[in-house]
Nanobody, 124 residues
């Protein structure tokens, strides 16, 4: 079993930045493929990005490319989502996800473990 705990959400003005963290436990972090998703009210869950460990490949959703950056610290067992130039349309609950495999995983259905979610609200 893998436990994921997100933190770092909050309220920010448009154009601002936030960094979300996802602390993992229960399995060797470097063996996990990690991803981020978000879900706005009334909408389907959307892929934000995912990062492999080796090789260090990252994939982002089109709506966040150039603004969001995913990183991971295999010593701290933590994944991060740095969000810059935030827009009101980025408002959503953000989830981190993990699956015990290598690679960059972009499909929601492939993930086995999910965090509880953290709210991000961007005001205009």
């Amino acid at each position: 079993q893998v436990q994921l705990v997100e933190s770092g959400g909050g309220l920010v003005q448009a154009g601002g930045s936030l960094r979300l963290s996802c602390a993992a436990s229960g399995r060797t972090f470097s063996t996990l493929a990690m991803g981020w998703f978000r879900q706005a009210p009334g909408k389907k869950r959307e892929f934000v990005g995912a990062k492999n460990w080796r090789p260090p490949i990252t994939n982002y959703g089109d709506s966040v490319k150039g603004r969001f950056t995913i990183s991971r610290d295999n010593v701290k067992n933590t994944a991060y989502l740095q969000m810059n130039s935030l827009k009101p349309e980025d408002t959503a609950v953000y989830y981190c996800a993990a699956v015990s495999r290598s690679g960059v995983v972009t499909e929601e259905r492939e993930y086995d473990y999910w965090g509880q979610g953290t709210q991000v609200t961007v005001s205009s």
